[in-house]
């Protein structure tokens, strides 16, 4: 008979270990060697171990279940099955639990188990197990504080993304704004409306250009009627 008895601290609150420790998958993915099998109708399921002794490898294949107290972090584990070749049976049960640690923020995992064998390979597996033990909770307790602290990250939001589009055929299309006249930028004149206005406006740009010269009145009826207008 193989006996077990672990205490593991964990950097990380109690809630959060116990939400990967309690997941089946979350912890296989701490075991080297192990792999989760097909779900039963009972709720347990099958696993697979191989684990070296030595110069040995066995594989183990065995039927889990699982019964978990949510409330008290506590649950307890029981594995039927035997090695790959049948030479060798095993029946193991184990607790576990998990609280909180010596300071806030961190926890303490206790697990207590048992092994049982009977077989071929029982003696060799037995005297090599302290070692194997000792290696597998090393490799355990680095897996779990690792997904504990991946799971604590918090998930950066991303940037809210625009997805309006413009067409180019509805800029080119779109009328331009009047720019606003900056202060002291001269600004054209508006153009004249009406015959009247624009006759004053070609006489008096006539007047401006001849400045300085005496004007020549002309005796025709058209030199007349400018000149009336211009003096209005």
């Known amino acids: 008979m193989i006996s077990i008895t672990e205490e593991i601290v964990v950097p990380s609150p109690p809630e959060l270990v116990w939400e990967v420790i309690s997941d089946p998958s979350a912890?296989?993915?701490?075991?080297?060697?192990?792999?989760l099998g097909a779900s039963h109708d009972?709720?347990?399921?099958?696993?697979?171990?191989?684990?070296?002794?030595?110069?040995?490898?066995?594989n183990f294949a065995a039927r889990i279940s699982l019964d978990l107290d949510e409330s008290a972090h506590e649950g307890r584990l029981a594995a039927r099955g035997a090695d790959g070749q049948g030479a060798t049976r095993f029946s193991a049960g184990a607790t576990f639990r998990v609280v909180e640690g010596d300071t806030p923020g961190t926890s303490r995992v206790f697990c207590d188990g048992e092994i049982k064998l009977n077989g071929k390979l029982a003696k060799l597996i037995e005297s090599g197990a302290g070692m194997v033990v000792s290696r597998m909770t090393k490799e355990f307790t680095d897996q779990l504080v690792q997904k504990c602290a991946a799971s604590?990250?918090?998930i950066e939001a991303a940037p809210a993304e625009s997805h309006a589009t413009v067409s180019p055929a509805r800029v080119a299309a779109a009328p331009?704004?009047?720019?606003?006249?900056?202060?002291?930028?001269?600004?054209?004149?508006?153009?004249p409306a009406g015959l009247f206005a624009r006759l004053r406006a070609w006489w008096e740009g006539r007047r401006s250009r001849r400045a300085g010269q005496a004007p020549q009145r002309s005796g025709t009826r058209s030199d007349e009627v400018l000149d009336q207008g211009g003096r209005r």
Request: hydrophobic share 40%; proline share 11%; glycine share 16%.
């Open 176 to 191: 331009a704004e009047p720019r606003a006249a900056s202060a002291g930028t001269p600004t054209a004149p508006p153009r």
């Open 152 to 154: 604590a990250e918090p």
């Open 42 to 58: 009972d709720g347990s399921f099958d696993g697979t171990l191989a684990i070296r002794f030595g110069g040995l490898r066995v």
């Open 27 to 35: 912890v296989v993915s701490c075991i080297g060697g192990a792999e």
